[in-house]
């Protein structure tokens, strides 16, 4: 079947995307596959400024899962530009910027800069990060300012489509959603990292300098199956869905609670190739279950 | 600084993914030579393992001795999660060979691998050590940072210039010296309490010093602890000298964020498995990192 899905203007060959921050700028991966095979790109978040991120130790394996506290460690937009994006084969596999501010115009100006540039097919918004002190989750947590952020970027987005990015981390995840929704949003992406923490009864200390930190991995692929059925069921936007993603069979698994594509994060590590094996395992799983087309499989557990 | 501006050596070849087949397992240091009836060794033992390469990936030319790989059996699933990064010890004829100590789940669960068993591998990663050949080059190595060790002298051109200082608490028998070439001089000394511990770092400077005066290269690999010893003495002595950090890491190809190290020009962190895991003494700020 052809597998090529179209989400509010973004067009992508299959539904296999790659999960910020999991598959560094891109480049980092091109020795195991090839890049344009994949539905897409989404890159580590940028934030305007480069980053130092949080202090060592930032992550910690837990059962079927890991913690990470990076914070946002970045080399900024503007080197992102530069050094990066020119490596990177935009014009064969849409490449998506994900983005992080403190403020709502520091988000705009951001916003601006990057879907100005060519090579960026959309922007992600990630307003769920738990691993910043300032701004981060705060902003996904609380409807409206969830609304205001989503406002600010897509009023400097020109053309091209806005994805919001939401956090598992809350009491009615639809009611984010609605707000991203009322915002502008063209697309939502969820789910980020589920906050969590780890203990060592050895050192008598947290695993993580941060103490607290974002879980994610096999671990977390229920909790994103369900909040992908509840915001599929509640708005009426494309959903990217993710949490845990590791073979075609999940792919399909968020497929089927209504996600139209799909993007790959944790997994990234188990083995640098998983994104590509799964994009190649995915047309002879559709055969086997014979699914003939993305529209008749999408949703049919939603309800 | 500017990502790649830390490099120690280049890379030789492009890392590739492979699932490779165990050879052999062997203990080191045991009678029988082969791995115990039980499965697993017990704590803190040392083991070599051998996998066969599979087409495409890199043999004998395609690495630098320093440099590293990612390591999962396929049997662990999504338990443990993450693969374990290893030196490379030898990569000859057709053979990856690492050298390994159990410290915990997974290495514990790596001694139990059978011939016959299939691993995931990646690599050769990261930046491996200099190598200066008319240079006389001092190798420190602790414990386990035996193994990078073995490959750098047998790919040495001229190993009489090396000479390997090694520090070690487990008996000598457990670490395979018979690898390295007969041309390098070892000394080796065990350490089993705080005054032979004290009595080793005294001779550790003076190595470092002599190195120094006489503008040699000096190399160490080794636990945390140790790295820090030695580089506060080599940049007492400004002794020119390179360290091969040990962070925990996830990915190792340089996306998850993880491994990374603090540098000493107030720069963003560096990832010890990309722009690692040799670096200069000078460069690194070996303080913060865990
Ligand atoms: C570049 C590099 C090269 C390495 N080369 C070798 C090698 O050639 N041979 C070898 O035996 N080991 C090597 N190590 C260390 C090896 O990766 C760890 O011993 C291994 O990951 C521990 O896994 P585990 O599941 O057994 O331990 P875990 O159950 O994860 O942890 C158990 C204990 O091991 C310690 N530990 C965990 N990870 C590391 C680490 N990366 N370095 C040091 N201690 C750690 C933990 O602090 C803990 O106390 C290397 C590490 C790096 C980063
Ligand atoms: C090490 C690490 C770094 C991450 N960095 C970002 C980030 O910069 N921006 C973002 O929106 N999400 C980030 N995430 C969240 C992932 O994109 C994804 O939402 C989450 O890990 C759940 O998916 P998974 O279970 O497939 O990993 C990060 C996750 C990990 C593990
Ligand atoms: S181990 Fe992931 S960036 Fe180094």
Redesign the interface.
């Known amino acids: 079947m052809n597998l090529a899905v179209e989400l509010a203007g973004l067009w992508l060959k299959n539904p296999v995307l790659t999960a910020s921050g999991t598959f560094g700028y891109g480049v980092e991966f091109a020795p195991y596959g090839d890049l344009t095979e994949l539905g897409g790109i989404v890159v580590k978040g940028l934030s305007w400024e480069p980053r130092a991120g949080n202090p060592m130790p930032r992550i910690a394996e837990t059962p079927c899962g890991m913690l990470n506290a990076i914070g946002l460690q970045n080399i900024g937009a503007r080197r992102f530009v530069e050094e990066k994006l020119p490596l990177l084969p935009w014009a064969e596999v849409p490449v998506i910027a994900n983005l992080y501010a403190c403020d709502v115009e520091d988000f705009a100006r951001l916003a601006e800069y990057l879907a100005g540039q060519e090579g960026v097919a959309a922007l992600e918004v990630n307003i769920s990060c738990p691993n910043v002190q300032a701004g981060g989750v705060l902003f996904g947590q609380d409807p409206a300012q969830a609304a205001r952020v989503t406002r600010a970027v897509k009023d400097r987005a020109g053309t091209k489509p806005v994805i919001v990015k939401l956090s598992p981390n809350v009491t009615d995840i639809t009611a984010v959603a609605k707000a991203a929704a009322d915002g502008g949003a063209d697309i939502l992406a969820l789910i980020n990292t589920l906050s969590g923490m780890a203990v060592d009864v050895r050192t008598r200390k947290p695993r993580l300098a941060n103490v607290i930190g974002g879980l994610s991995g096999p671990a977390i692929k229920p909790v994103g199956l369900r909040c992908v059925l509840q915001v599929s069921r509640a708005v009426d936007l494309p959903i990217i869905g993710l949490g845990g993603i590791a073979s075609a069979e999940d792919v399909l698994e968020y497929i089927l609670v209504g996600a139209w594509a799909v993007q790959v994060g944790t997994a990234n590590f188990l083995r640098p190739d998983t994104a590509f094996r799964i994009t190649a395992d995915l047309p002879q799983l559709l055969d086997e279950l014979g699914v003939s087309s993305w529209e008749e499989f999408r949703g049919a557990l939603r309800g | 600084m500017p990502?790649d501006t830390l490099l120690a050596a280049p890379a030789a070849s492009?890392?590739?993914?492979r699932e490779l087949t165990v050879s052999e397992l062997r203990r080191t240091g045991s009678e029988s030579g082969l791995a115990s009836p039980s499965g697993a060794g017990p704590d803190h033992s040392h083991w070599l393992l051998d996998l066969e390469l599979s087409e495409g990936f890199p043999g004998e030319d395609g690495w630098t001795p320093g440099q590293f790989v990612m390591l999962?059996p396929v049997s662990w699933a999504?338990?443990?999660?993450?693969?374990r990064p290893f030196s490379i010890c030898m990569l000859e004829r057709g053979v990856l060979r690492i050298f390994f100590q159990v410290v915990g789940r997974g290495t514990r669960a790596m001694s139990a691998l059978r011939r016959g068993d299939r691993v995931?591998v990646?690599g050769p990663l990261g930046r491996g050590f200099v190598v200066e050949p008319e240079t006389s080059t001092l190798l420190l190595a602790g414990g386990i940072g035996l193994a990078p060790f073995i490959g750098y002298a047998r790919r040495h051109p001229r190993p009489d210039k090396a000479r390997l200082f090694f520090g070690h608490r487990p008996e000598i028998a457990e670490y395979p010296l018979d690898l390295l070439p007969e041309a390098v001089v070892v000394e080796a000394s065990r350490q089993t309490c705080a005054e032979e511990l004290a009595c080793f770092v005294g001779d550790l400077e003076r190595r470092i010093a002599e190195y120094a005066a006489r503008q040699g290269l000096i190399l160490a690999c080794g636990p945390h602890p140790f790295l820090q010893a030695v580089q506060s003495l080599a940049l007492k002595h400004r002794a020119r000298t390179q360290l091969s950090l040990e962070?925990?890491m996830?990915?190792?190809?340089?996306?998850?964020?993880?491994c990374?190290?603090e540098t000493t020009n107030q720069g963003?962190?560096v990832k010890v498995c990309?722009q690692g895991p040799v670096f200069w003494a000078q460069d690194v700020n070996l303080g913060?990192?865990?």
């Open positions: 990502e492009s890392p590739v993914c999962r999504f338990e443990p999660l993450w693969a995931v990646w962070n925990r996830a990915c190792g190809v340089g996306a998850c964020l993880g990374v190290t963003l962190p990309t913060g990192a865990a």
